[in-house]
Every structure is written in C-alpha cells, then in structure tokens.
C-alpha cells in the first residue's frame, strides 16, 4: 500500500508539472520563441525575429537557438547578437517556450520534443508544398524551370519531414534567369516577413490550417556532383540554362573530350550561330568556335550553348582552347572538335584534378 502511494504521488507531481507549464504558456503574443536553424536562409528568419523582440508592441517576447555543431551561419549571429544558444539535442524544454520555430535546419525532431510546446513548431519552407519536399527545393525550382513559387507555413509532424498542415502561403514569380542564390535571397527574405505575420495572428491560423494536397507532390534531394555533367543530346537550350542558373555558382557544369573532363565556365546561353546547313545539324556536342565573341558554341539538343572559357588541367579561355587544342587537332578528326556526354556519377576526383588554378 505504501509503495503504490508513492507511486501515485509521483504521477500526480508530474501531472502537476505539466499543468503548471501549460498554465504558464501565452494563449497569445508576444510569444516565448525556441528557433532551430543552420543555414544563411535560417538567419533571415533569425534576423527579423530579433528585431521584433526590441520592438514595441511585437510578437516575441524571448529567443532562444538551438544550432547544430560547427560554425554554421545561425549560431554565430545568435552569438553576436547575445541570444542564448542552446546544443543539439536540446536540454529538457518543459514549459519555457510557447512556440518553436525551424527553420532549414535538417534534422527531424521527435514527437516528444514537439509535444512540448503548446503551439507547436512552425516551419518556413521555399516552396509551394507539396511541390519541392526535401532539402534542396530552391535548387530544384530552377533546375525545373518553375514560373511560379513560394514559400509556406506549415506546422511541422514527427517522423517526416515538410508534410505538416499549411498555415500560410505566399506566391512568387521567378524572373527569367534568375540563380539559385538570387531566389535564395528572395524567398528568406519573403519567409521571414510571412513567419512574423503567421506568429502574430497563430491561433487563428492553426484553428484554420489545412492539411496538404494528396496530389502533387515532388521531392528535392541534394545536389550533388553527378548533377553537373551536360547530356547535349537529351538537354535542351532552356535546360542547360536552368542547371547553371541552379548549380552553376557552386558545382560548374562538366563534359568529356577525348576521354578528359573539362569543366564548362562563363556561360553566355543560347548562341546564334552562322553555319552552313550540314553544320547547323551538327551531332550533339559538336563544337564551333565564334572568334567575334570569343565563345564556344556546344550543339545540344534543339540549339547552340556557349561558354567563354573552360578548365582543362588549367583555365583557359575559348580562343586558347580552340587554338591549343580544337584547331590543330581537328582538321583530319571531326570528333576531336565534339564534347561527349558522360553519364550523371562522376566523382570528386574529376572536380579537384581540374579545378582552376
């Protein structure tokens, strides 16, 4: 009887705790905030929150990070903007936060974290879900070449990851060319503002979330290297543009010559060219050399591509490619003047032997 007691008792305490806690959590703003994030489009969000907290009248009341190891960009403006930083896995979070906040953060978190905060957890995603689940849906927006995205507030469920209820959506149009980065700068930006306003009017938006469409739904893994090598005969002009504009800044596009990888810098796009018939129907991969501009015009499939200058053991430009190698090369070989499509998995090692010097 004495040993069920203190059982009894103990349950009771617990549930004590846990009432307490909830008794001590806003029903409204200005709310207590735990912001999980790692990359610079997770600081933006960090950023507008910050600001909030000094100001009168705003929607947080305290903030605090959770980073993951290393020196990544949300930790050290958490720590030189003196927010308290908190390791990953957090330390037991039990009533002293309303909301939490994720933001490109990469790591699922547990049922029983979530749990935890009466609110729940927000996330700010790029993307207008379900188009672009996963972690790289900026990059898989230009690749595909969408018009048309946005970014989304959804509450975040354990176990998966962007497939929680929508809070808020908000629509952006692409403009034509625009990079991975550029849309990067956008969309955080545009996040960051969307998260502020979903933070001031939450219990209404949560009694109003909406669970995501069943149709639709597309998936963004990583990039990778494998990524960077052109199919001039499956690509087509429109397409080798989206992956550089995607890629390009951080994984240069590749191709082969003569059994050597050569890395494709300063793309110019779709080239006009003046060809007699035969060679404007030349194979995929073909290339001509346009001294007027200094460019290399690669056949691919449906036009004309041109880089002004590539990595082959060093940088060259397309004049010092052509005249070093193309030109006196290719008068009794044709295919010594063609690039050759390589299938998508080469390593890292073709990317550090022709790195430019």
């Given amino acids: 009887m004495w040993l069920l007691g203190r059982t009894a008792a103990r349950r009771c305490l617990r549930a004590g705790g846990r009432l307490a806690a909830r008794r001590l959590s806003s029903s409204g703003p200005p709310w207590r905030l735990l912001f999980f994030g790692s990359d610079h489009f997770a600081v933006e969000s960090l950023k507008v929150l910050t600001s909030n907290r000094s100001s009168s009248g705003g929607v947080v009341e305290t ?18 903007n003196q927010l308290p930083v908190h390791s990953w896995p957090p330390h037991p979070v039990d009533g002293q936060f309303d909301v939490g906040v994720v933001v490109s953060f990469g790591c699922l978190l547990p049922e029983k974290l979530i749990n935890k905060f009466p609110h729940g957890i927000l996330n700010v995603h790029p993307s207008l879900l379900p188009r672009w689940r996963g972690p790289a849906p900026i990059f898989h927006t230009i690749m595909h070449g969408d018009a048309v995205t946005g970014v989304s507030i959804i509450q975040i469920r354990p ?71 052109v199919q001039w005969e ?52 073909s290339v001509s050399y346009q001294k007027e501009s200094n460019t290399l015009a690669v056949s691919c499939k449906d036009g004309w591509v041109g880089f002004r200058s590539v990595v082959l053991k060093k940088r060259l430009t397309a004049g010092d490619f052509y005249n070093g190698y193309l030109h006196r090369k290719s008068a009794g070989d044709l295919t010594r003047a063609q690039f050759s499509s390589r299938t998508r998995g080469g390593d890292a090692k073709d990317m550090r032997e022709n790195s430019a010097s």
């Fill in 159 to 229: 176990h998966r990851f962007d497939v929680g209820p929508l809070l808020q959506q908000e629509l952006h149009q692409v403009p034509e060319g625009c990079t991975a980065d550029q849309l990067e700068a956008a969309l955080s930006s545009k996040g960051a503002h969307l998260l502020l306003d979903t933070l001031r009017t939450l219990p209404e938006r949560i009694a109003h979330r909406r669970e995501q469409s069943q149709s639709g739904g597309t998936f963004a893994p990583k990039i990778n290297a494998s990524m960077s090598w």
């Fill in 234 to 285: 499956e690509q087509t002009c429109d397409q080798i543009g989206c992956l550089q504009c995607a890629i390009g800044s951080r994984i240069p596009l590749r191709t082969t010559w003569m059994g050597r990888t050569v890395t494709l810098l300063d793309f110019v796009g779709r080239c006009h060219i003046s060809l007699s018939d035969e060679r404007s129907r030349a194979a995929p991969g």
């Fill in 63 to 80: 903030l605090e990070v959770v980073a993951l190891p290393g020196d990544v960009p949300v930790k050290r403006f958490a720590l030189q």
